[in-house]
């Protein structure tokens, strides 16, 4: 029998924090992503973020209960941006992405959208890789809850459209998307095995390492799940 040792989240209601004012929330959020991203989350201190928030303690565990629960909500807001950003409408009303019909296009189409939400939210891309690379469990639980989010609620509208004819015979695109998430998750631990004995002190360098590696793995899938005719550069 196998038991899952995994911490059950208990959700928790945000309606006092959601109810604030637009500006104070984006305090609170920009405050906790500066001072996780700069210490990790076992090192953050709540004294910090609410320094840098400029609200009390009691207020920040009114609005989120604990240390973990405002974690956990970050992680979520920051699904939230990047499915916006992602599937923000084209003129026809559907995200733009889907225009691409090519698998590899559509995909490079995704990251492109993806970094300009980094673009336009620095703090918070700077809170992802850091924590991508946190050994706490808790930052491990947070990550792992993204990627199911994300992946389960957009990998039917990513493949909607999609020429599957490119593809070689018995070819299963959705066991590629499934090769292409598993590929990021094994490239952010190839890097974290590199620089074992270094303190990971620029996360950015180490997550564009990250990013040229998964796609030097996207190339090759390309090369190896096309037919021969759809690989003329």
Known sequence: M???????????????????????????????????????????SVDDIVKLADI????????????????????DYCIKVIKQAVNDPGPDGKPSYLQHTDFFERLNAVFALKMKANLEYPQMANFIRKIIFDSSSEARDALNNLITKYTEESVNLFLTGIDFSKFKNRIDPRMVM????????????????????????????????????????????????????????
């Open 2 to 44: 196998i038991i899952n040792t995994r911490k059950v989240m208990i959700s928790i209601n945000y309606e006092s924090f959601e109810n604030l004012d637009e500006s104070k929330k984006q305090r609170i959020i920009n405050a906790g992503f500066s001072v996780f991203a700069e210490y990790g989350y076992a090192k953050a």
């Open 56 to 75: 009390s303690k009691g207020s920040l565990f009114y609005y989120f209960k604990s240390k973990e629960n405002f974690f956990h909500y970050l992680y």
């Open 178 to 233: 499934q090769l292409l998430i598993w590929c990021s998750e094994g490239c952010v631990n190839q890097i974290q095995i590199q620089n074992k004995d270094v303190a990971l002190s620029k996360p950015e360098a180490d997550f564009d390492k990250v990013i040229e590696l998964y796609y030097s793995y996207v190339d090759l899938f390309r090369k190896n799940f096309y037919k021969e005719e759809y690989l003329q550069d």
